[in-house]
């Protein structure tokens, strides 16, 4: 019973830890575009 729950904790925390990095990069590149945007209008 020990074994599952560790490994759900894991794998919960990997996950999660997956979608912060890929919505971080999502930001990134976000902000890199407005930036190239504003830089064009000029």
Do not use: P, W
């Not at 759900?8 to 945007?37: F, P, R, W």
């Amino acid at each position: 019973m020990r074994k599952i729950f560790v490994t759900i904790v894991i794998s919960s925390t990997i996950v999660l830890a997956g979608c912060n990095t890929v919505q971080g990069a999502g930001q990134d590149i976000e902000s890199v575009g407005d930036e190239a945007e504003e830089v064009i209008n000029e």
